[in-house]
């Protein structure tokens, strides 16, 4: 029988694997900490379901790629919404 936190493992992987989305996004849709999915995805996924991780692992891996590039379009939208400048 598997416990609640190989469930919640094998949930959030499915999650991030079929939406593509962020440990931030994922955790704010499972109502979980940060911490919590990557510490479900980094240490008990690969256990339970290797495959399934290997996925998970290559969308992180592109998120952390990208997110340079996220942090600066927040920034900048920042500004020019602070200064009602419109693209």
């Given at each position: 029988m598997k416990s609640n936190i190989e469930d919640r493992a094998i949930r959030l992987g499915e999650y991030i694997s079929e939406h593509g989305s962020t440990?931030?996004?994922t955790a704010a849709v499972f109502g979980v900490s940060k911490s919590t999915v990557h510490k479900?995805?980094?240490s008990?996924?690969?256990k339970l379901?290797?495959?399934l991780y290997a996925e998970v692992r290559r969308i992180l891996d592109i998120n952390k790629e990208e997110r340079h590039l996220r942090g600066g379009e927040a920034t900048k939208n920042k500004y020019l919404?602070?200064?009602n400048i419109s693209k």
């Open positions: 440990v931030r996004d479900d995805i980094t008990v996924l690969p379901n290797k495959g919404s602070l200064h």
